[in-house]
């Protein structure tokens, strides 16, 4: 029988597939379609400290083989995430991983000392990577002593582990992965979504009123891909995937390039059904290949044709 349950790092996962975080709400976006306690974890809309009220509409827009989006990280704030949205994760068992966020370094130490001893929540990943926010996001994320400063300072308050969500936006994402190694994470997400702009060409303006957001989808699968095979190489400590995933073949080639886990996103926004289908494709793929684990399937990739 194929085993998939996970394993990315101290974090034990029943299967590989997270719900990635802006896509899912609080856990509970796709609770009339299944319990998502069945898929190996979710990863939480990007919290701060206060509220936010995000980028001005419109803000979502369609692309050929993607999605650009300018949410601006609209969220409800620490405050009520604990007393209105936890207690649900709770309840569901969800495995959960809590994205945090702020425009000063400060933040996410607060943050983090202030989540890291709660019930109900996995691990904190902390978002270095949004193109869609004038401070902090990607600012702090292409820095890399920036990336190493903020991921020490909250692994030396965390309880629980510290994941750091990184991009590929202009920069080469390999150091960047080795400060948060060498700072202490147990983990590194790549990647995030990528700048892009569309022009209503009719009306003769950008299509988000924030002209650029961040490009998701297919279309940045190949990027993701190349990111993860090399940041694999470069680091001991485990990768988890993001970007492109559409279907169980998708995913499996992320875990066949070393990543340990993958997350989800506008895949679940187009079909809310996706994470399932996956996991169903990878089982059945994994099973005529008479694989018994994921860990006989992850880093497998072979390069010498």
């Not at 976006?29 to 974890?41: I, N």
Request: charged share 20%; glycine share 10%.
């Amino acid at each position: 029988m194929l085993n998939l349950a996970a394993r990315v790092g101290s974090l034990a996962l029943k299967n590989p597939v997270i719900l990635a975080s802006g896509t899912c709400g609080y856990g509970e976006a796709y609770k009339d379609f299944y319990a998502p306690s069945r898929l190996g974890a979710i990863v939480t809309k990007g919290i701060s400290l206060k509220p936010r009220h995000g980028n001005p509409p419109p803000r979502i827009y369609e692309t050929p083989a993607g999605m650009l989006n300018s949410i601006g990280l609209e969220n409800i704030g620490l405050k009520k995430f604990v007393s209105d949205k936890l207690p649900w994760l709770i309840q569901n068992q969800v495995a959960a991983l809590v994205n945090i966020f702020g425009e000063e370094e400060e933040e996410y130490v607060e943050l983090a000392k202030r989540l890291s001893g709660l019930p109900g929540i996995s691990g904190l990943e902390l978002n270095l990577s949004c193109p869609n926010v004038p401070k902090g996001g990607i600012e702090f994320g292409r820095d890399r002593g920036a990336v190493e400063s903020i991921t020490s300072r909250v692994k030396s308050i965390s309880k629980i582990p510290v994941w750091v969500k990184l991009t590929v936006n202009r920069c080469d994402p390999v150091p960047l992965a080795q400060a948060a190694e060498s700072a202490g994470a147990d983990a590194v997400v790549l990647s995030n979504t990528l700048r892009g702009m569309a022009i209503e060409l009719e009306k003769k303006r950008p299509a988000l009123a924030s002209v650029t957001g961040g490009l998701s989808g297919p279309a940045l699968k190949p990027v993701a891909l190349a990111a993860v095979h090399d940041t694999v190489a470069a680091v001991k400590i485990p990768v988890v995937a993001c970007g492109g995933i559409f279907s169980g073949r998708d995913a499996l080639e992320f875990l066949l390039a070393g990543a340990r886990a993958v997350e989800v996103g506008t895949a679940a926004l187009v079909n809310p059904l996706a994470p399932l289908e996956m996991l169903k494709e990878m089982k059945n793929y994994l099973t005529g290949l008479k694989v018994k684990s994921l860990d006989d399937w992850s880093g497998s990739l072979n390069h010498n044709g």
